[in-house]
């Protein structure tokens, strides 16, 4: 079973940042916290992990609360192209990745 | 190219029959994966080999049977097909273990 809580769907304006919250309140010490995406129909894309410190990259941020129980993933500057589900993971390093049923982000114009 | 591709794409067959899904990876990765997704979207780990051998096994029925002939190929065969394997299926790799999962772009398969 998954071990995450995300919202089931948001919206975020084209051009704005869209913040997606996950809950992961009983995440161990040596588990990761990873999101993938999937746009429709497609295959499920890795977007970025960590595991106690903020992570960037070209396509988003990750922020982990100090505690670990909870992170969000920040797209900076939304574009339409980002609509897509997004799922939260957390994984020990080499075991397998269980989703979730993740958040829909809409993003409109 | 490609980085996953699996083949064929679109899959339609009656019930009873035996259909094999083929996966390809060309990014020198050791692991790979079968997802299935079901039509509420959930996304399940089916198998996964690393260096052709077996590490997961998700309870799936012996029907499915994985098979890894180098670490750059991951097929399905599935035999005496039923409804509820109508679904997509996702072919994945990863570097290693510890890495990051690439899919291909998915095998929806309808059966009648």
């Known amino acids: 079973d998954a071990k995450t809580t995300q919202p089931p769907s948001m919206d975020c304006a084209e051009g704005r940042a869209a913040n997606l919250p996950c809950n992961h309140s009983?995440?161990?010490?040596?588990?990761?916290v990873y999101w993938y995406r999937q746009i429709h129909s497609q295959g499920p894309q890795y977007i970025i992990h960590?595991?106690?410190n903020n992570e960037t990259n070209e396509m988003a941020s990750l922020i982990i609360t100090e505690d670990r129980k909870s992170s969000t993933l920040i797209l900076p500057h939304a574009t339409l192209r980002d609509t897509a589900v997004y799922y939260c993971?957390?994984?020990?390093?080499?075991?397998?990745?269980?989703f979730g049923t993740g958040t829909r982000l809409q993003v409109f114009p | 190219d490609t980085a996953v591709s699996q083949t064929p794409k679109y899959l339609v067959t009656q019930m009873g029959n035996d259909k094999s899904i083929k996966c390809e990876q060309n990014?020198?990765?050791?692991?790979m994966y079968w997802y299935k997704q079901d039509s509420k979207k959930f996304l399940k780990i089916m198998f996964s080999?690393?260096?052709?051998?077996?590490?997961i096994n998700e309870t799936v029925p012996n029907r499915f049977s994985p098979k890894s002939p180098d670490k750059a190929h991951l097929n399905l065969h599935i035999n005496s097909l039923e409804l509820g394997d109508s679904a997509v299926y996702f072919c994945?790799?990863?570097?290693?273990?510890?890495?990051?999962?690439?899919f291909g772009e998915g095998s929806r398969l309808t059966v009648l």
């Open positions: 993971i957390v994984r020990v390093n080499t075991d397998k990745l269980i």
């Open positions: 960590g595991l106690k």
């Open positions: 990014l020198g990765h050791d692991t």
């Open positions: 080999y690393n260096n052709k051998e077996l590490i």
């Open positions: 009983t995440i161990s010490g040596n588990e990761y």
């Open positions: 994945a790799s990863s570097l290693s273990r510890a890495g990051e999962l690439f």
